[in-house]
């Protein structure tokens, strides 16, 4: 079974810019589609953004299209969340998520979709 543990979590202005890690142990994460999920205060948790296991399509919510960027480094077992622009709405603790990947080109948003998570990092933006 794999363990993911996030980092890269804090506090930061609006406008302003930070990068998630998650980096798994125990096993690789090669063959795992990989996935952001975000939980706001109040609010139900939702997708951010995945990525498939061979990084040939990713997928992102309309909220934060064109700002985020996620990647993977299969080599470091890790992937990432890039956050640009960030604004006071993106406030929410972020959790990395991982699935068995398959031969099917879709990503999945469904917080039930996902079997492993991680504990979650706290973003917070302030205006």
């Known amino acids: 079974q794999v363990q993911l543990v996030e980092s890269g979590g804090g506090l930061v202005q609006a406008g302003g810019s930070l990068r998630l890690s998650c980096t798994a142990s125990g096993r690789t994460i090669t063959w795992n589609d990989m996935g952001w999920f975000r939980q706001a205060p109040g609010k139900e948790r939702e997708f951010v953004a995945g990525i498939r296991w061979n990084a040939d399509r990713t997928r992102y919510a309309d909220s934060v299209k064109g700002r985020f960027t996620i990647s993977r480094d299969n080599a470091k077992n890790t992937v990432f969340l890039q956050m640009n622009s960030l604004k006071p709405e993106d406030t929410a603790v972020y959790y990395c998520?991982?699935?068995?990947?398959?031969?099917?080109?879709?990503?999945?948003?469904?917080?039930?979709?996902?079997?492993?998570w991680g504990q979650g990092t706290q973003i917070t933006v302030s205006s």
């Open positions: 998520a991982a699935r068995p990947g398959t031969g099917i080109a879709l990503i999945y948003t469904g917080i039930a979709q996902y079997d492993t």
